[in-house]
C-alpha cells in the first residue's frame, strides 16, 4: 500500500511564495511518476506538474515559468516551490503517484495524498 502525505502550504500573498512537499511511503518510488492536481472550490481537479522517474517534468501553462516540480528518489519526497503566486492559484493541492509513464491526466493515478490548502490573497 502506497501512502502519500503533503505538508506545506498555507496562506501567502499575491506574488509571494510557498513550498509544498509529498513524502511517499511503501513502495518503491524511484520508479513513480509523481505529479501534483489542484482542486479550487467549485471546479474539476486539474494537472499542475509532474515529474517522471527519470527527470523529465512537465507544467501546466498557468504555472509556467513560476512553479517548479523537484523529487529526492532517496528521500522519497516531491517538492512544488511555486513563486509569483496569484489569487487564481488558490486550491487545494495534491500530490499522486503511478507507476511507469507520467500523465496529466487524474484518471491515470493510482494513489493520491489527503490534499494541502494553498490560499493566496490579492
Known amino acids: 500500500q502506497v501512502q502519500l502525505v503533503e505538508s506545506g502550504g498555507g496562506l501567502a500573498q499575491a506574488g509571494g511564495s510557498l513550498r509544498l512537499s509529498c513524502a511517499a511511503s511503501g513502495r518503491t518510488f524511484s520508479n513513480d511518476a509523481m505529479a501534483w492536481f489542484r482542486q479550487a472550490p467549485g471546479k474539476e481537479r486539474e494537472f499542475v506538474a509532474f515529474?517522471?522517474?527519470?527527470?523529465?517534468?512537465m507544467y501546466a501553462d498557468s504555472v509556467k515559468g513560476r512553479f517548479t516540480i523537484s523529487r529526492d528518489n532517496a528521500k522519497k519526497t516531491v517538492n512544488l516551490q511555486m513563486n509569483s503566486l496569484k489569487p487564481e492559484d488558490t486550491a487545494v493541492y495534491y500530490c499522486a503517484a503511478r507507476t511507469g509513464w507520467a500523465s496529466v491526466s487524474t484518471r491515470d493515478y493510482e494513489y493520491w495524498g489527503q490534499g494541502a490548502q494553498v490560499t493566496v490573497s490579492s
Open positions: 515529474s517522471t522517474w527519470s527527470g523529465g517534468r
